[in-house]
């Protein structure tokens, strides 16, 4: 089973940018569709954003046009690009298959405040 490893989390001011990694210890994303989540404190972890083994993309409405998914199959990396972004952003993300198919990882924690 593949293993799931998060990062580029951290503290930042209301309309700026960071970008996540999900780092896979085998050959997953021409497979499976991917996945990035999140988890408010005291609610159920939630789909954000997700990417077909073909490369198609969706979104849900809360972060629609201001994050983006990517993948890079040569290095195994699955990418969250979020701009422009709110307090009600954070969060702690996932990644996993469309479906949560892996073990979680430990997820990476994204802080949006002044």
């Known amino acids: 089973q593949a293993h799931v490893v998060e990062s580029g989390g951290g503290l930042v001011q209301p309309g700026g940018s960071l970008r996540l990694s999900c780092a896979f210890s085998?050959?997953?994303?021409?497979?499976?569709?991917m996945a990035w989540y999140r988890q408010h404190p005291g609610k159920q972890r939630e789909l954000v954003a997700a990417i077909a083994f073909n490369g198609s993309t969706d979104y849900s409405e809360a972060v629609k046009g201001r994050f983006t998914i990517s993948k890079d199959t040569a290095k195994n990396t699955l990418y969250l690009q979020m701009n422009s972004l709110k307090p009600e952003d954070t969060a702690v993300y996932y990644c996993?298959?469309?479906?949560?198919?892996?073990?979680w990882g430990q997820g990476t924690q994204v802080t949006v405040s002044l």
């Open positions: 085998r050959y997953v994303l021409t497979v499976y569709d």
């Open positions: 996993n298959s469309a479906k949560g198919f892996f073990a």
